[in-house]
């Protein structure tokens, strides 16, 4: 099976792309291949029987070359008098039977359906300048006109490298006027550019068939990558087609070129019978020195692909320096697909990553596959939802190598962060001895800042009230309720789809400990102040749906000067704001901390190793407490740590307090 790319749409912008076609210069004929990369195509749909006409000759010599080849009955004609005159007397004597005739494109004086195919190599191209109406209409007249001299079953048969405004004009007309399109990509003629380092535009031909015109006439569509034919249902799916296979050319080009140290750059490939993708490619160099792989490939297992290491460029760029590769392809699998083993994807792939190979890669190089050892692991689709808040979401279960299993809840518009992860454990039916069950393991949390977030909670004593702003799978939540059995606490969550998610998939049961309010998390704390409602702890862990700054969580209302005032009238007198902080943009970061401190006399951060978050925690007054902050805070840690190992009953640290200190500061 082929799988077609699909490339992003800001690898590349439009202004660049136009850039690169003005580029061809006078040596435009060239850029539509030779005939010997053209005619294992065209000898399948001209032939020798009928009557051709070559439209927009210009000097190419395709013509000529097809009547050595034995397809002799063809008139040429191009507009330019000098150009007839010129080919007419060059092939006088080895074209005998060739004519050559001055004409308008856009009004020829044939007879109607006198011609069985109309040939075209980058007449099309030439004539579409731009998208403007005045191109348009000549457009319009110029296919009006072949339509008029093919006979029905007729061929129109155009070498095109079809720019964007020019694929979105034709592959809308001729579907619209009754004709089947097939779209055939040139291979032969990329790939002759492609090994001599030089770009080359993908040559397209379009076999275009004029139908007898009969009512609810379905319009036939369809594309041949790699000598596979796919039908399709609508012409957009051919130009997107088109756009992303002009796009993967010119990726493959710097990719063979030069390194892309720094660049984040994915290619998608997708199964063009259904439509879904089966893997995503990371591309990925490591040029500073030299290193023992070229190039190699790794596979990630299924469900992995969100962890750090391979989710992110940062991770993946320390994944290529441990495997020693100049450069690394990663590749992840995609749900809903189905994979044999890891031996049966390189195979599959083996194709798609040579061409993504540096250019001074040796020939029949063995490229090596890598992977998490040979177990591809599994995922099994639990359950899947829609949130009006954050859209579509899957419910999955994934499992590893050595029998490792977790749920997780995955946002499909953010694919490579898990919104909730709990551990599976396999749990012995008592009366049924055989009878094996899976539950959650809720002594076990994913994410290294709910641990940080949790860090000052042990040294709560009394009775205590606590919010929480975002319950997400309420994992977090269950572990407070689980362990800290001295705290009542309030979980607030926006969106009623994530509660319904969290009761029914991750265990989350309220009690008279554990209160669920579905609001708005800043109108509930506005309204906790107006009715008095105090908190010994608030804890932000909400995440912004505000995709245009950097900001990742919580919502930047959140974290504005009013409402952090309206959070002190919601906290007890040595009550504590906890929030968890995700922002990339640096001076954001630093504003947003300026706002904190013009509220908290007292604040602590902590970054969380190789991840976006930092936890702050934020106390009203400095005096309150001993000068030596850093202290009182390590003595809380390691007091939770205390206290909740003992919970456990473990003798393992549940927090580094070591490693928690390295990464603690005062503001």
């Known amino acids: 099976?082929?799988?077609?790319?699909?490339?992003?749409?800001?690898?590349?912008?439009?202004?660049?792309?136009?850039?690169?076609?003005?580029?061809?210069?006078?040596?435009?004929?060239?850029?539509?291949?030779?005939?010997?990369?053209?005619c294992g195509i065209l000898h399948k749909y001209i032939h020798a029987n009928e009557k051709i006409l070559m439209a927009g000759c210009g000097y190419s010599t395709l013509s000529t070359d097809l009547y050595k080849d034995g397809i002799q009955n063809i008139i040429n004609t191009d507009i330019s008098e000098i150009v007839i005159k010129q080919m007419k007397e060059k092939n006088r004597d080895s074209c005998p039977d060739m004519k050559w005739l001055k004409m308008d494109l856009a009004s020829f004086s044939f007879k109607d359906e006198e011609f069985s195919c109309v040939l075209d190599k980058g007449t099309l191209d030439t004539l579409m300048t731009d998208?403007?109406?005045?191109?348009?209409?000549?457009?319009?007249?110029?296919?009006?006109?072949?339509?008029?001299?093919?006979?029905?079953?007729?061929?129109?048969?155009?070498?095109?490298?079809?720019?964007?405004?020019?694929?979105?004009?034709?592959?809308?007309?001729?579907?619209?006027?009754?004709?089947?399109?097939?779209?055939?990509?040139?291979?032969?003629?990329?790939?002759?550019?492609?090994?001599?380092?030089?770009f080359h535009?993908?040559?397209?031909?379009?076999?275009?068939?004029?139908?007898?015109?009969?009512?609810?006439?379905?319009?036939?569509?369809?594309?041949?990558?790699?000598?596979?034919?796919?039908?399709?249902?609508?012409?957009?799916?051919?130009?997107?087609?088109?756009?992303?296979?002009?796009?993967?050319?010119?990726?493959?080009?710097?990719?063979?070129?030069?390194?892309?140290?720094?660049?984040?750059?994915?290619?998608?490939?997708?199964d063009p019978t259904s439509g879904n993708l089966r893997f995503i490619l990371h591309v990925i160099d490591c040029p500073q020195k030299l290193r023992k792989l070229e190039f190699a490939v790794f596979i990630v297992p299924h469900g992995r692909e969100a962890e750090w290491i391979f989710g992110s460029p940062a991770g993946r760029d320390k994944l290529a320096a441990s495997a020693n590769a100049s450069r690394l392809v990663v590749v992840h699998l995609c749900r809903n697909q189905t994979y044999i083993s890891l031996s049966a994807i390189q195979e599959e792939l083996s194709a798609n990553i040579m061409e993504l190979k540096p250019l001074q890669l040796p020939p029949k190089t063995k490229v090596p596959f890598l992977s998490v050892g040979e177990n591809l692991g599994s995922r099994d689709i639990r359950h899947q939802g829609e949130s009006n808040f954050s859209g579509?979401?899957?419910?999955?279960?994934?499992?590893?190598?050595?029998?490792?299993?977790?749920?997780?809840?995955?946002?499909l518009n953010n694919q490579n962060v898990v919104q909730s992860e709990a551990k599976l454990i396999t749990v012995e039916d008592k009366e049924k001895i055989e009878t094996k069950e899976l539950e959650l393991d809720h002594s076990y949390l994913a994410c290294d800042y709910y641990l940080a977030m949790l860090g000052v909670l042990g040294v709560i004593k009394e009775p205590s009230q606590v919010l929480l702003v975002g319950l997400g799978g309420g994992l977090l939540a269950t572990y407070i309720h689980k362990y800290f059995t001295n705290i009542s606490l309030t979980c607030v969550e926006i969106d009623p789809a994530m509660v319904i998610v969290a009761k029914d998939w991750f265990d989350f049961?309220?009690?008279?400990?554990?209160?669920?309010?579905?609001?708005?998390?800043?109108?509930?704390?506005?309204?906790?102040?107006?009715g008095n409602l105090k908190f010994n702890a608030i804890m932000f862990d909400a995440d912004s749906k505000d995709s245009s700054i950097g900001l990742t969580g919580p919502p930047k209302a959140f974290l504005e000067l009013g409402f952090l005032r309206t959070v002190v009238d919601c906290l007890s007198e040595d009550g504590i704001l906890i929030i968890n902080l995700a922002c990339r943009d640096e001076t954001l970061k630093s504003s947003i901390l300026n706002e904190v401190k013009k509220v908290f006399g007292s604040i602590i951060c902590q970054q969380i190793p190789e991840e976006v978050s930092s936890i702050l925690f934020c106390r009203l007054n400095r005096d309150q407490y001993s000068d030596d902050l850093i202290g009182t805070f390590e003595r809380a840690l390691t007091s939770t740590n205390n206290f909740l190992k003992q919970k456990q009953g473990i003798e393992d640290d549940i927090i580094d307090i070591k490693e928690s200190m390295k990464n603690i500061s005062l503001l």
């Not at 998208?131 to 095109?160: A, H, M, P, Q, W």
């Not at 130009?239 to 030069?258: E, G, S």
């Not at 400990?513 to 506005?526: A, M, P, Q, S, T």
């Open 1 to 38: 099976m082929s799988l077609l790319p699909k490339i992003k749409d800001e690898f590349i912008s439009k202004e660049y792309w136009n850039k690169m076609f003005s580029m061809r210069g006078a040596k435009t004929l060239e850029w539509h291949g030779e005939y010997a990369e053209l």
């Open 201 to 270: 535009f993908p040559v397209f031909i379009m076999i275009c068939t004029k139908c007898k015109q009969m009512p609810e006439f379905k319009t036939i569509l369809e594309l041949q990558i790699q000598g596979e034919t796919i039908q399709v249902t609508n012409p957009e799916q051919i130009k997107d087609t088109v756009k992303d296979l002009q796009k993967y050319a010119l990726l493959k080009h710097t990719l063979n070129l030069q390194q892309i140290d720094g660049r984040n750059i994915s290619v998608g490939l997708e």
């Open 131 to 198: 998208d403007s109406l005045v191109v348009f209409e000549l457009i319009n007249k110029y296919l009006s006109e072949i339509n008029r001299v093919l006979c029905d079953g007729g061929r129109y048969v155009c070498i095109s490298l079809l720019q964007e405004h020019t694929s979105a004009y034709v592959l809308s007309w001729f579907p619209a006027n009754g004709w089947m399109v097939r779209l055939l990509k040139c291979e032969v003629a990329e790939q002759c550019e492609s090994e001599e380092g030089k």
């Open 392 to 411: 579509p979401f899957v419910i999955e279960d994934i499992s590893f190598s050595k029998g490792t299993k977790f749920r997780r809840m995955i946002f």
């Open 509 to 530: 049961s309220p009690d008279k400990r554990l209160k669920v309010e579905v609001e708005d998390g800043l109108l509930y704390i506005r309204k906790a102040a107006e």
